[in-house]
């Protein structure tokens, strides 16, 4: 007879919580951020409600690790296909492309954005935590700390090195440049004024480079 095996309680955690995320990120989806509960969470993921108060202090908080964890996966998915590199090569970092041509570049990444915000997986709790984070000062700030910032601040490598290229005015702020960016469809996509497409995207880019571009 093999010998007894305790069980993993490492591993049933993670399993536990792979189907709480799953089930927060499928309820808001079905149901909207207001009518998802921690029950309805619990239910779901098969689990008990106390299981997930243990872990995380409010809805809120389940959502937001459970969209880091789904966006975290994309980059993890989309890494190689940006970067050109070999699927198998684990080891580079993810960025934006530097192929020396900004403008298709930022094109690539824009168009990649719009894809990822018209995905109903992404788009329901994404929306969820950009209103409540609206709402609620220190859910906002996490947000932006955990997953605004880390991908703006792939915007602001890549247009300085096209800087350093000679490709954007040398007295333009990356910052401010990079808003000129995804400002334009962040309204677009969260206010619902018109459709967010790849064409769109491109435009953006267009007239964003215009502006930027050096002066002669």
């Known amino acids: 007879m093999a010998p007894h095996k305790a069980p993993d309680s490492s591993r049933r955690s993670d399993r536990s919580r792979r189907a709480i995320y799953d089930a ?18 619990a ?13 995380w202090p409010s809805k809120a908080a389940v959502l937001m690790e459970a969209f880091l964890d789904l966006a975290a996966r994309a980059a993890e998915e989309a890494a190689p296909q940006a970067r050109g590199a070999d699927p198998q090569d684990g080891g580079a970092e993810y960025g934006i492309p530097d192929t020396g041509d900004l403008a298709a570049d930022l094109k690539l990444v824009l168009r990649a954005t719009v894809d990822e915000l018209n995905d109903p997986l992404m788009e329901a709790p994404t929306r969820a935590l950009t209103a409540e984070g609206i709402v609620d000062a220190k859910l906002g700030a996490e947000f932006v700390e955990k997953l605004l910032d880390p991908q703006l601040a ?53 007239y964003a480079l215009g502006g930027l571009a050096p002066r002669s």
Do not use: C, F, M, N
């Open 43 to 55: 239910a779901r993921a098969g689990v008990g409600k106390q299981t997930i108060y243990r872990w």
């Open 24 to 41: 927060a990120l499928a309820l808001v989806g079905e149901s909207g951020y207001r009518r998802t509960t921690i029950e309805g969470i």
């Open 154 to 206: 792939l915007y602001v490598t890549r247009l300085r090195a096209a800087q350093e290229a000679g490709q954007l005015r040398p007295d333009a702020d990356p910052r401010i440049a990079l808003e000129l960016l995804i400002a334009p469809l962040t309204h677009r996509w969260l206010l619902r004024t018109l459709p967010l497409t790849h064409a769109y995207a491109d435009t953006i880019v267009d």
